[in-house]
């Protein structure tokens, strides 16, 4: 479609590094603001939550992807298209549950964490803490109520980042209540 | 040619915003209940037709039309709603309802953070922007009507 592609050819590439930049000075302030890393954990994914709920617009809006009929295929799209979209990375899709209801991404090396040694007094700190609440935010949206946390992390000393996601149930669209 | 009047509904069913352009004859009842009977009825075509169909549907409900006027409906996979009343000589406003969804509602009611969700839009910019938008379509001609 012709309105698609001038969207993509002008909207402008921006820095990454400002972007990660930013969201360590974020997770520095909260840091500050809150005593304990769980409570810092709390904020990022809260915020997180408020973004993906409105990023989920941008997203249908330039991409022009209409509902998914499964989960498979929901994870296809946030990792090719969505990843690549507002990070510029592709993580891989794997360790699907035999059920089809849960699987990870794995990410290879994670934008937001650039330039980032965790200090061991931050143990507890899921520093990227705000991608999970921008996928479940943003998933909600799309009637689709999902758990999703860091099972590994390489900032923590894992071998990779992985963001496991599971499926709880698929929001039913009502009709307002006091209508007949 | 002409447009008549838009729609935007939440996924909710609150009416989030209305405009109109020409429209000769008001439904005599209060707004609220307009809408309210719209999105009652929208939400009712909507399962109708996906238990009607006898194959399985992408894009679901697209428009109604009677001997005066054609409905056009979009809805995005966020459950946000897009209706538009036109007179019979508009056959598709497929793409201008994509339009006001992906470079207005988006552009100008999502990214700006000060406008609360799920509430009548109270955006000056978006009412002119739309206003205009409409306006430049080259279907909209009143005087033709």
Redesign the interface.
Known sequence: MS?QSN?TTDSKKMNSELFTLTYGALVTQLCKDYENDEEVNKQLDKMGYNIG??L???F???S????CQDFRETADIIAKVAFKTYLGITPSVTNWSPGGDEFSLILENNPLADFVELPDNHSTLIYSNLLCGVLRGALE???MAVDVKFAQDSLRGDNVTEIRMKFIKRIE?N??AG?? | MTVHNLYIFD????CLFYNEWNRKKQAGISKDEEF?LM??ML?SIRSFVSKMSPQDM??GFLSFQTSKYRLHYYE?????KFVMNTDLSVSNAR?TL??I???L??DLV??N?LVP?GQPLDSDLFGTRLDSFIRSLPYYSPRAA
Request: cysteine-free; overall charge positive.
């Open positions: 309105r969207r709920v409105r989920i617009e941008d249908l809006a330039r022009s992807i209409g509902r949206m799309v009637q669209e009709l307002p209508e007949e | 996924r909710n069913g609150s309210k999105y009652g939400f992408k894009d995005t996979a966020s459950g946000l793409d994509q339009h969804y992906s470079n509602y988006v999502v990214k953070p969700s």
